[in-house]
């Protein structure tokens, strides 16, 4: 088991460190039902998630792809059922974009041109909305059946990260299954070099354990806006688990978009102060922030320098949310 002071940051927790087991107040849930796996403050990440096994499955790559350099980026998914990995022994039969959750990141520049084509394998209804084209909903985000596929394109006029999502009804159980990812429209001048991440929130909403079978969607738990699980990039608290190196001083971009389907993000680095934050696509950043909130359907871009040698938490500071796995670590070093 990892000991706190390899992740413990803040003196302000170290209170927490050493306090009893015990299962915080805001993981319980209705009888019948499980929540994201607790364990002492003792042995989590800024008093919140449980720091897991570092040889758990390698993360989700969050490093942000590169910028694009094409005027016409061609776009194809194939819609799958797919089996994740929430955390150490909670597996979930999910929805996916190209058999991830999230789906790929896309990333083009300011005025490209975007073909896209959805290929549907899976054995219901899907669709997809991508909230940075300004195209028709009603001729391009329809539902596409089994085994049939769509095609259609736009130009990505406004710079931003935004969301994309399957828009089938009901749309919050599609979303809440896995359906969800983030695009990147970059200015057509490039912005100055930077580490960059991407993170999509998310909630996971988890019918009772029954063995080790994979868990599927709870509807009366999402509906309770119950959630069991919170994540970055779809799995608990695993850049706690497999922390996220940056450089002293560095500049780190984050590219943040909340799928939700239900929950605000109160986006905050511990340690650290945003100097720039770009709200969806608005060109007038926020200047010296400390927390922003991102609301459900939303993105903003951070960019924040860590002044000193060590482990900077990245939360939601809705700590119920943090508790349940919105939690991770960049590991500052020079």
């Given at each position: 088991?990892?000991?706190?002071?390899?992740?413990?940051?803040?003196?302000?927790?170290?209170?927490?460190?050493?306090?009893?087991?015990?299962?915080?107040?805001?993981?319980?849930?209705?009888?019948?039902?499980?929540?994201?796996?607790?364990?002492?403050?003792?042995?989590?990440?800024?008093?919140?998630?449980?720091?897991?096994?570092?040889?758990?499955?390698?993360?989700?790559?969050?490093?942000?792809?590169?910028?694009?350099?094409?005027?016409?980026?061609?776009?194809?998914?194939?819609?799958?059922?797919?089996?994740?990995?929430?955390?150490?022994?909670?597996?979930?039969?999910?929805?996916?974009?190209?058999?991830?959750?999230?789906?790929?990141?896309?990333?083009?520049?300011?005025?490209?041109?975007?073909?896209?084509?959805?290929?549907?394998?899976?054995?219901?209804?899907?669709?997809?909305?991508?909230?940075?084209?300004?195209?028709?909903?009603?001729?391009?985000?329809?539902?596409?059946?089994?085994?049939?596929?769509?095609?259609?394109?736009?130009?990505?006029?406004?710079?931003?990260?935004?969301?994309?999502?399957?828009?089938?009804?009901?749309?919050?159980?599609?979303?809440?299954?896995?359906?969800?990812?983030?695009?990147?429209?970059?200015?057509?001048?490039?912005?100055?070099?930077?580490?960059?991440?991407?993170?999509?929130?998310?909630?996971?909403?988890?019918?009772?354990?029954?063995?080790?079978?994979?868990?599927?969607?709870?509807?009366?738990?999402?509906?309770?806006?119950?959630?069991?699980?919170?994540?970055?990039?779809?799995?608990?608290a695993q850049y706690a688990e497999h922390p996220i190196r940056v450089k002293v001083n560095e500049l780190v971009r984050i590219y943040l978009v909340n799928a939700g389907p239900?929950?605000?993000?109160?986006?905050?680095?511990?340690?650290?102060?945003?100097?720039?934050?770009?709200?969806?696509?608005?060109?007038?950043?926020?200047?010296?922030?400390?927390?922003?909130?991102?609301?459900?359907?939303?993105?903003?871009?951070?960019?924040?320098?860590?002044?000193?040698?060590?482990?900077?938490?990245?939360?939601?500071?809705?700590?119920?949310?943090?508790?349940?796995?919105?939690?991770?670590?960049?590991?500052?070093?020079?």
């Open positions: 088991m990892l000991k706190l002071s390899k992740r413990c940051v803040a003196l302000l927790i170290l209170a927490a460190c050493q306090s009893k087991t015990s299962t915080p107040a805001e993981t319980k849930t209705p009888s019948g039902t499980v929540a994201a796996p607790t364990k002492s403050p003792a042995n989590m990440s800024h008093g919140e998630a449980p720091v897991g096994n570092p040889n758990d499955p390698a993360p989700h790559d969050p490093v942000a792809p590169v910028r694009s350099t094409k005027h016409l980026v061609k776009i194809r998914f194939e819609v799958k059922d797919t089996t994740i990995v929430l955390a150490s022994g909670v597996t979930y039969k999910g929805w996916s974009f190209a058999g991830t959750v999230p789906g790929p990141v896309v990333r083009v520049t300011q005025g490209d041109s975007v073909e896209f084509t959805l290929i549907n394998k899976a054995p219901m209804p899907h669709s997809m909305d991508f909230h940075a084209a300004q195209i028709a909903p009603n001729k391009y985000y329809v539902n596409v059946m089994p085994n049939d596929s769509i095609h259609f394109g736009f130009t990505a006029h406004v710079v931003g990260v935004f969301m994309y999502h399957c828009g089938t009804a009901p749309v919050a159980a599609h979303i809440a299954n896995g359906m969800y990812g983030a695009l990147i429209v970059d200015p057509r001048s490039p912005r100055p070099p930077a580490k960059e991440l991407v993170f999509v929130q998310s909630e996971f909403y988890l019918t009772p354990a029954a063995g080790t079978a994979a868990r599927s969607l709870a509807w009366d738990r999402l509906l309770g806006l119950a959630p069991d699980f919170v994540t970055f990039n779809g799995r608990s239900n929950r605000l993000s109160s986006f905050h680095v511990v340690g650290g102060i945003f100097e720039r934050v770009y709200l969806d696509g608005s060109n007038n950043p926020l200047i010296g922030v400390q927390t922003v909130a991102v609301p459900v359907g939303g993105g903003s871009i951070f960019e924040v320098r860590l002044k000193q040698e060590g482990d900077y938490p990245f939360v939601t500071h809705a700590f119920a949310d943090a508790t349940k796995g919105a939690v991770g670590i960049l590991k500052a070093e020079k």
